[in-house]
């Protein structure tokens, strides 16, 4: 049963730069686009990321299965513990296709159903946020020390919400809602990197409508609950990974610090 501490939560970071760098090396020569079964767009450096996050994992917790989005086959459930990995070795292949730098690498650990410890990495944009149960969450500046974030809280009366969208989903449900937000100001952004900026106080909330996967939000989760968010449903309850056959996610919402306004 791994334990929660800094040491496990700095060698996911330095694996998740493994994978990062494995992943910039084909995205400085160039790559090919194939479709998986659902349409959704897979390339070489999905693959190698996944190959480096797994053989990584599977040396320092060789009793906790691993559910990633490039191998959902082998994934038989959690353990008798209740844990298992969740990763996301390339989150945003379309912001990775389209080449503007907003993708991902994401590592969560899950134990009873529980995000508990997350790592994001943005290797085009060497951008690293991690966090874990009782220990916080961090961003990693440029001499590689982790500084604490917190999510902010709500604006003051007169002053608009900032709010961040997806660049690759949009659609009439999320128009509504913003309406009903009142005063906003809209920041494109791909990847779990919403989440994030919302974690270190650079944006108030990222509302999703449409599909997204366990694997998108379980490390962000982490980082954004550990600074004092939420990510919640519409009916305001906390993202579940409890059974994780159903791999979709409901809609929802990732706050900053305070409550929802409505």
């Known amino acids: 049963m791994p334990t929660i501490t800094k040491a496990l939560l700095k060698s996911v970071e330095q694996l998740a730069w493994e994978a990062g760098e494995a992943i910039m090396q084909i995205y400085r020569r160039g790559f090919s686009v194939e479709f998986k079964a659902d349409k959704s767009p897979l ?104 500084q604490p974030i917190m999510a902010s809280l709500p604006p003051v009366a007169g002053q608009p919400w900032r709010v961040l969208g997806s660049r690759s989903h ?43 996967s366990l694997w998108d939000t379980g490390a962000a989760q982490v980082v954004v609950e550990q600074a004092g968010g939420r990510i919640v449903t519409l009916d305001n309850h906390p993202l579940s990974y409890a059974t994780p056959e159903q791999v979709l996610n409901p809609d929802f919402v990732v706050w900053g610090r305070s409550p929802s306004p409505r």
């Open 43 to 146: 390339t070489e450096a999905d693959k190698a990321a996944h190959e480096v996050i797994a053989d990584g994992l599977q040396m320092f917790t060789p009793d906790v299965p691993i559910l990633s989005e490039e191998d959902t086959q082998s994934f038989k459930g959690a353990n008798a513990h209740g844990f298992y990995w969740l990763v996301d070795p390339l989150d945003g292949t379309k912001e990775f296709i389209k080449r503007n730098d907003e993708f991902t690498v994401n590592i969560a650990l899950i134990e009873k159903g529980r995000p508990v410890l997350g790592v994001v990495v943005a290797p085009a944009l060497k951008l690293t946020y991690l966090a874990a149960k009782r220990l916080g969450a961090f961003k990693v500046d440029g001499d590689g020390q982790w």
């Open 170 to 212: 949009a659609n009439l449900r999320l128009s509504a809602w913003l309406g009903e937000l009142g005063k906003h100001e809209i920041r494109p952004m791909g990847s779990s990197l919403k989440a994030c900026f919302i974690a270190e106080g650079n944006a108030d909330v990222y509302p999703r409508f449409g599909p997204t």
